[in-house]
């Protein structure tokens, strides 16, 4: 159960600066010349202020959980070699993937504690996020974190049909910390989560997820 309304008023992520920036010069210009360009940048403003909200998210206290890196409907749980990239190995694990609308939280978080061991950017295409190839031929952002134990989990960042912009705010060794923002992808996405070996998934097909709260693997039996 989300600890926190995902729809409730929140100030917007930083990634939504240069969007109100230029719509607020477009309204107050649109004053002066002509109303309806201040009124279709106001709407504009109001979209941008609700598709960057940012909601706080409290994880649970539990230890040794593996939480949802983003919000969004679960639309895989299966067991697949991780992405060449991320230096996995070839070994099958689960991997969860969300797939995130336009009405959904954009926010990516860091799904449990550990140090970034690293980070790949590959450029592709931005067919739907939620085909079952997206994963593959998409653009994408990957990022592998080793946890206390060694053992190693992964986030993908994937664009979708829409979105053209994946926006990651840590480096290659930065020490994170469960629950906490890393990232964002702009106007609908999806992202996959890469669980430790021998770490099965609590969630199912079509359940929604809130980010940095709803608890997806326990990583201690």
Known sequence: MAL???????????????????????????????HWLAWLAFLFILLCLFFFRDPERVPPPRRGVVLAPADGRVVSVAATVPLAELGLGGAPRWRVAIFLSVLDVHV??????????RIAYRHGRFRNAADPQATETNERNTIAIRLADGREIAVVQIAGLIARRIVCGKREGDA????????????????????????????AEGQTMIGGETVIALLEP
């Open 108 to 117: 990516n978080r860091v799904p449990a504690n550990g140090t970034v061991t």
């Open 176 to 203: 994170v910390t469960a629950g906490e923002r890393f990232g964002i992808i702009r106007f609908g996405s999806r992202t996959d989560l890469y669980l430790p070996e021998g770490v099965a998934p609590l969630v």
């Open 4 to 34: 926190v309304d995902p729809w409730r008023v929140a100030p917007p992520h930083p990634a939504a600066r240069p969007f109100l920036v230029s719509a607020g010069v477009v309204f107050l210009f649109g004053l002066l010349v002509a």
